[in-house]
């Protein structure tokens, strides 16, 4: 990875993805690209980025062989929960975004990297230690996308050479860029809740356990990968991934430590709740650390006090 152009730049991974590579390739090195310009924004201002729309080949093709990109990390997707509302624009855009991202990485012979997410496993997977070969039916379109964005990966690279590497996200937390639209969202919420009213309505049931991971190691994941030998690989689209497991009542418990008065009630979102068991409870994710050395540091505790801690600051900021 020397030169890389970056879709979906204002995002949840995004934003946090460009300002790692920023400072570790430079920041001539890196194009983060979005569908708008927000003036004042960080991805915006502090570094190279361009208009783009992923359902303009045309520009994507220009773009990145205008910057001489050798790299294409393509990260804008419509994510679980929204998807179900509009399944059709979902599927275009997740679908056809991807496309036109892989047919520019063919014609310009880039190193390619899309996320997928536990969200490709559907209620009829191995739910418990969740296999890296198993079954994948999901009953939602975004899981839908997510097994045929992976299947079409493996094909660009079985067809046409294409280094095509990926993940499968679990649900991310992280403190710079709110998600937009996710199942896992509570799991973000729950922080920004706590520290500005000490309460939380949790939209996810009790017991409802999930795969989560900080942000900083699902930044470390993508550029590890994305930098291992070739030949280590023997999957590709995509591994396993995950840091943590926990449902509702735990990450309530894990704030409590820290704040002690924070409390917790439920309020049952049953869009979300379908959605989220319908998914597995644990990855096993040792394919990952064997071939590519996979390894989390961030536990949940250790997560929700860095979390509190920089939300803090960020919301102090914003007063
Ligand atoms: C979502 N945050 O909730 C995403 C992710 C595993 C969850 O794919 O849709």
């Not at 030169?3 to 390739?25: A, D, H, M, N």
């Not at 047919?103 to 969740?130: D, H, M, Y």
């Not at 809740?193 to 939380?200: P, Q």
Request: hydrophobic share 40%.
């Amino acid at each position: 990875m020397k030169r890389i152009i970056v879709t979906g730049c204002l995002g949840q991974i995004g934003s946090e993805l460009v300002y790692r590579l920023r400072q570790e390739k430079g920041l001539d090195n890196v194009l983060a690209t979005d569908i708008r310009k927000p003036e004042g924004h960080p991805v915006v201002e502090e570094g190279l980025f361009e208009v783009l729309d992923v359902l303009d080949e045309e520009k994507m093709l220009a773009l990145a062989t205008e910057f001489e990109a050798d790299t294409m990390i393509h990260l804008a997707s419509l994510l679980s929960s929204v998807a179900e509302d509009k399944p059709q624009i979902a599927w275009h855009i997740n679908m056809s975004g991807l496309m036109n991202a892989l047919e520019v990485s063919r014609k310009l012979n880039l190193q390619f990297f899309t996320p997928s997410s536990i969200g490709a496993f559907g209620p009829e997977t191995p739910k418990i230690n969740t296999p890296q070969d198993t079954l994948q039916r999901p009953k939602t379109m975004y899981g839908i996308t997510k097994v045929a964005g992976e299947l079409l990966c493996d094909y660009y690279h079985t067809k046409f050479g294409v280094d095509t590497r990926g993940v499968r996200f679990p649900g991310l937390i992280s403190y710079d860029t709110l998600p937009g639209g996710g199942t896992t969202d509570y799991a973000v919420e729950i922080y920004y809740e706590a520290l500005k009213n000490g309460s939380y309505v949790c939209p996810i049931g009790k017991g409802t356990v999930m795969d989560m991971m900080y942000m900083p190691d699902a930044i470390n994941a993508i550029v590890d990968l994305m930098e291992a030998p070739e030949e280590q690989l023997i999957h590709r689209n995509a591994f396993n991934i995950s840091a943590m497991s926990f449902d509702p009542e735990e990450i309530k418990e894990s704030i409590q430590k820290v704040m002690p008065d924070f409390t917790m009630t439920y309020d049952v979102n049953p869009k979300l709740q379908g959605i989220a068991d319908s998914w597995p409870d644990t990855l096993d994710c040792h394919v990952a650390k064997d071939e590519w050395q996979f390894s989390p540091i961030y536990d949940l505790d250790k997560m929700t006090v860095d979390m509190l801690e920089k939300l803090s600051i960020k919301l102090a900021k914003e007063n």
